[in-house]
């Protein structure tokens, strides 16, 4: 085989790889137990009709139902001092706005 063709195939596998990798890194959705501990370490305060809310949500995928979400549009009376949603209180910190995976986990420390 000659060498060009040896490159050849070394940088379509190198390719190969770090497209898996990428893809595997950005996969928006998260594991069940990881999911657990941010539910158990936060209160996410959401509200019906809110698309950033909905945004939050995709990223944790079918794992969103281990969550601790408060919904403001239901449930007005738990959200006083809640001015803008989504809205996470860790530590008793209120972050507003759409947070990554990798954001919570270090807020959460999970």
């Known amino acids: 085989m000659k060498k060009s063709s040896?490159?050849?195939?070394?940088?379509?596998?190198?390719?190969?790889?770090?497209?898996y990798f990428l893809i595997k890194n950005n996969n928006p959705n998260t594991d069940e137990e990881l999911t657990k501990c941010i539910g158990e370490n936060s209160?996410?305060?959401t509200q019906l009709g809110c698309h950033a809310?909905?945004?939050?949500?995709?990223?944790?995928?079918e794992n969103?139902?281990?969550?601790?979400?408060i919904?403001?549009?239901?449930e007005r009376?738990?959200?006083?001092?809640?001015?803008?949603?989504?809205?996470w209180k860790i530590n008793g910190e209120k972050i507003t706005g759409v947070q990554s995976i990798k954001e919570l986990k270090?807020?959460?420390r999970c």
């Open 77 to 87: 009376e738990k959200c006083t001092g809640i001015t803008a949603t989504p809205t």
């Open 53 to 61: 809310c909905e945004i939050q949500e995709n990223l944790f995928g």
């Open 6 to 19: 040896l490159i050849t195939i070394a940088i379509i596998i190198a390719i190969i790889l770090l497209a």
């Open 43 to 45: 209160v996410l305060y």
């Open 71 to 74: 919904d403001c549009f239901y």
């Open 64 to 69: 969103y139902k281990f969550l601790n979400v």
């Open 106 to 108: 270090n807020l959460t």
